[in-house]
């Protein structure tokens, strides 16, 4: 009993690790809620969470380009959800140039610049310690649907409408991009430090960027709906940002545990991603 005195966070995740699948994500629901809440309340300007949420990003690319360079291996890394990276970052960055062009441009473009290097360093300079027969998941089958969505649904403004049926691409594909990813760790079944913390810095940067709109519709930011238009649009934004949160959701919370538990490896149990 004094043992268990001394641990209530693990206790509680010793607990939550016997609830159901539905008690799981209620719970998962009602604590994104309260971090909702609490952003709300603590982030005076809810921009700053789409520029913090791009900078999260990049420090999970640095923390790969680190690895790549101290442990001389990419074993766990998926080169196709790197390539399926870069493709949203470069029609992103695309269309910020031609549409917009501001903070996001700079942070998308140094994003883009060390998201090639790793694939570089994956194609090339590591390859014999790539694990091809394990990053199986076809790329077509992520790009092919988020190419037909986007012809079909995208944005009404006054853009031209091929700028706007890349702008829906490009979010589409960051939505899904981390599926091949996933797909590795779900055939390893452990992850190692590294690849652990880039994936869980992807994680926070989905949130944070679904927090931004969020927060933006529920404080009435009329000037938002008006630059996203009107239509089924809209609710794809929202949609797309919710999705990549989730997607990711399970491994943060496989992730958080081995922290508190001390673990550097994370070991994901069958059928997590």
Known sequence: MAGRARN???GFLLWLRRQPPKVKTALGCVGAIAMLVLLRFLVVDHDNLFVLAEAI?????IVLIYKLQKERTCAGLSLKSQELTAIFLAVRLYCSVVMEYDIHTL??????????????MLRFKLKSTYMEDLDNLPSYYVIIPCAALAFLIHPSTAHNVVNRILWAFCVYLEAVSVLPQLRVMQNTKVVE??????????????????AHWVLQIIDGRSYLINALGYGWWPSMVLLSEIVQTFILADFCYYYVKSVLEGQSIVRLPSGVV
């Open 8 to 10: 209530p966070v693990q």
């Open 193 to 210: 430090p590294f690849t652990a913390h880039y994936v869980f810095a992807l994680g926070v940067a989905r949130f944070l960027s679904c």
């Open 107 to 120: 942070l998308d473009t140094a994003t883009l610049a060390t998201t090639l290097w790793v694939i570089y």
């Open 57 to 61: 990003h990049s420090v999970g690319i």
